[in-house]
């Protein structure tokens, strides 16, 4: 089976080498599709420096969104998966272990584990498990780490991202999936990725804000009953998935 990995990116050129190297280190029948957006500093050039990269096209879009769909539409792969600019796999067998666990048991459609985020030297700052995930948690404002969470690309061609979300469409994109029941799907012990702290939805105090509206929002729409209480409480587990 080929694994695709979708990567978007827009002027990243302090990070990209480290996450084009992370894929080109994985083992196994892999496509890293590059999406991006139209990038004016070293980023095109660093991209094609890499031999390994699949598919890559710079053009504006419409946002990362946007440019995720661009990416599942030229993906080909069996299964597929993300990894942010900014991010790498925790380890050089990442793709490897994923492809197993498929052909383990072929009624999987999807997977998912565990991240850890880390600081701009490198530093772990938080682990982020999925261990514990039922759907509940949906509207607690909680998902399974998105970076974590690779799937067979049929789930993709039923369930891309709506564009009408700015910052949550991944979390609207995992319920959607979820809540269908018309997929088989399970949690795997095992960390997948490091992704940089500071990204769209947490930079700052009104990404935080718009983060929420829009998963409620996403709640709504899916018949989700939550409320601002349940899912500014996800703060308060936050707590302890810090190293201090």
Same mark, same amino acid.
């Given at each position: ?30 496509? =890293? ?86 600081? =701009? =030297?490198? /530093? ?21 780490? =998105? ?77 989700? /009953? ?19």
């Amino acid at each position: 089976m080929k694994i695709s990995i979708i990567t978007v990116c827009y002027n990243n050129e302090s990070s990209i080498g480290d996450c084009l190297k992370s894929v080109a280190n994985q083992k196994g029948d892999i496509e =890293h599709v590059l999406i991006d957006g139209f990038s004016n500093d070293n980023t095109v050039k660093i991209i094609k420096s890499y031999p390994h990269v699949a598919f890559f096209s710079s053009e504006k879009d419409a946002g990362i969104y946007d440019a995720l769909n661009k990416g599942l539409k030229a993906a080909t792969g069996d299964i597929i998966g993300f990894l942010h600019s900014d991010d790498t796999f925790y380890s050089d067998t990442i793709l490897e272990q994923v492809h197993d666990q498929f052909l383990i048991d072929p009624t999987l459609d999807a997977l998912y584990g565990d991240i850890v985020f880390v600081n =701009h =030297h490198g /530093k772990q700052v938080r682990y982020y498990s999925s261990k514990n995930f039922s759907t509940s948690d949906f509207a607690k404002g909680k998902m399974p780490a =998105h970076t974590s969470f690779f799937a067979k690309r049929e789930i993709y061609d039923d369930f891309q991202f709506k564009l009408g979300y700015t910052i949550a469409a991944d979390f609207d994109h995992l319920l959607r999936v979820f809540m269908s029941n018309k997929f088989t799907i399970k949690y795997m012990p095992l960390l997948t990725t490091r992704m940089l702290v500071g990204g769209a939805s947490t930079k700052n105090i009104r990404s935080r804000i718009t983060i929420n509206q829009e998963i409620i929002r996403s709640c709504a729409e899916n018949e989700v /009953k939550t409320n601002w209480l349940k899912v500014y409480s996800k703060y308060f587990r936050k707590i302890f998935e810090f190293k201090f």
